[in-house]
């Protein structure tokens, strides 16, 4: 008996040791989750580090929230997208994270510009990084530095309090840094609308060369100067032309009239026109209206300057195809200048026409004109009909996005069909069968994209004439024009 009751109690004693030896390691093992069995946490004997800093979660979508500060500017913030979030560490309250507000909103936009004086507005500020697509579009918003690529609420700024306390030199050394990536990229080709005044008012200088059809495929159709558009566009344009010896001004009082309506006999005529046009259209017709400004230095007579003929008409496409389009044009000519100063022609006239284009290639267009000048009536046997035709071709020399060169050829011909001219002599001479021709090479510039002023193009043309030694010798026009 004494060896049983000694037997049992080393027994009792052992399975005492064996309880406190398993509820140690139990305390030194701390479960990973509320969920964890006392059973499987017995196997966990080595201590768990408390983190420094909370448990991140784990990588989830992220979308964009804007807010509108009310001073000109709007807030850019990063959040993650609602969604059931993964289990993490049972932590204390106060080593827990403050719970996010995630936001259904997928599509904010995140394309305004953000200044840095403007974050105390928002309790919560979240980091932009360079995730993408996304971080080429933010970073030039974020209003401090990113650091490791990730969106995570800042740390430099955790409450308004801080946030208006940081100092000038800090709002400084962040604009620096804007503005370098800003320089970065522009340096690297790439293109922001925000990066200064210059690239907003020329931003066809600052967006690089994309390698595939450009906006010289939209405007070489448009391209002629002496040759009309047969295709209707609305336009605002600005045409300076200078000509110089035209040595028959009255001939069939297509320039000037004749005497004695008109100046005396005249030897040459140096002429300098700046003509205002506007044309608004459809895809089908359009109306035009010209307001020519009109400066003459002849060799005899006076030198006189002032307001010319007026122009009122409109354009109607009769044939509208992938290759052809033909469209009858109308112009009436108001006798609006003074003809004895030698600025108008002192009568009316209509002059119908058709225009015509062919699509020879996407990059090459084939121009084509036909119109007949009528006088209402004129001084004696001097006016008369007057027909005037061209030919031309336009096409692509370089494009990109935004810039096309845009090199023309024209060939302009004018054939007096009656009526009569003076001599410097004072004889009079009939002009039946005259006709000049100008040989007219010239390049169009265009200028875009189109912004708050329509597409910007500039042209320059001018050449001589080959074909009747009484029209001008020499002819050059530069011309702005703004479509819209």
Not at 225 to 238: D, E, K, R
Not at 353 to 376: S, V
Not at 416 to 425: E, N, S, V
Request: proline residues 8%.
């Amino acid at each position: 008996m004494p060896l049983l009751r000694s037997v049992s109690l080393l027994t009792v004693l052992g399975l005492l040791s064996h309880a406190l030896t398993a509820d140690d390691s139990t305390r030194t093992a701390k479960p990973r989750s509320s969920a964890t069995s006392p059973s499987s946490s017995a196997h966990h004997d080595v201590p768990v580090p408390k983190p420094d800093r909370p448990v991140a979660r784990s990588p989830r979508p992220l979308t964009t929230v804007v807010a509108d500060t009310g001073l000109g500017s709007r807030l850019v913030r990063v959040e993650p997208i609602s969604e059931s979030p993964p289990p993490v560490e049972s932590q204390s309250p106060a080593e827990t994270a403050p719970p996010l507000t995630w936001p259904e909103d997928e599509t904010a936009d995140v394309d305004d510009a953000v200044r840095a004086d403007d974050v105390s507005v928002m309790p919560t500020v979240y980091e932009v990084g360079d995730f993408g697509e996304l971080g080429d579009r933010c970073d030039m918003a974020a209003p401090w530095p990113v650091d490791d690529g990730t969106a995570r609420q800042s740390s430099a700024y955790p409450s308004s309090d801080r946030r208006s306390s940081r100092s000038a030199s800090d709002r400084d050394a962040r604009r620096s840094e804007r503005l370098a990536r800003r320089a970065a990229r522009h340096s690297s080709g790439e293109s922001c609308e925000r990066c200064s005044p210059w690239a907003r008012l020329f931003p066809f200088a600052f967006i690089p060369p994309s390698g595939g059809i450009g906006i010289g495929h939209e405007r070489v159709m448009f391209a002629p100067f002496f040759t009309g558009s047969a295709q209707p566009f609305s336009h605002v344009s600005l045409r300076y032309e200078n000509g110089w010896n035209l040595e028959r001004p009255d001939r069939a009082e297509y320039f000037w009239a004749a005497p004695p309506n008109g100046p005396g006999p005249e030897r040459s005529v140096d002429v300098t026109t700046l003509t205002a046009r506007i044309e608004t259209a459809t895809d089908r017709a359009s109306a035009i209206f010209e307001v020519p400004l009109r400066a003459v230095s002849p060799d005899l007579n006076s030198d006189a300057s002032g307001i010319g003929d007026l122009t009122v008409g409109g354009k109607l496409v009769l044939v509208s195809g992938r290759d052809w389009v033909i469209t009858q044009q109308t112009l009436t000519y108001l006798n609006t200048g003074p003809a004895g100063r030698g600025l108008g022609t002192g009568h009316a006239s209509i002059e119908p026409g058709l225009l015509a284009r062919y699509r020879w290639t996407d990059e090459t267009y084939f121009h084509g004109q036909l119109r007949y000048h009528i006088p209402f009536s004129g001084t004696g046997d001097y006016f008369g009909e007057v027909l005037i035709w061209g030919v031309g071709v336009s096409s692509i020399w370089y494009e990109t996005d935004a810039f096309a060169v845009l090199p023309t050829l024209e060939v302009v011909g004018t054939s007096f069909l009656d009526g009569q001219r003076t001599t410097a002599g004072g004889l009079t001479v009939s002009v039946d069968g005259e006709t000049a021709v100008d040989l007219l090479p010239g390049v169009r510039f265009v200028l875009g994209p189109q912004g708050d002023l329509g597409l910007t193009e500039v042209g320059i043309s001018g050449g001589a004439s080959v074909g009747d030694a009484g029209w001008y010798s020499a002819r050059l026009q530069v011309e702005a024009r703004w479509s819209f």
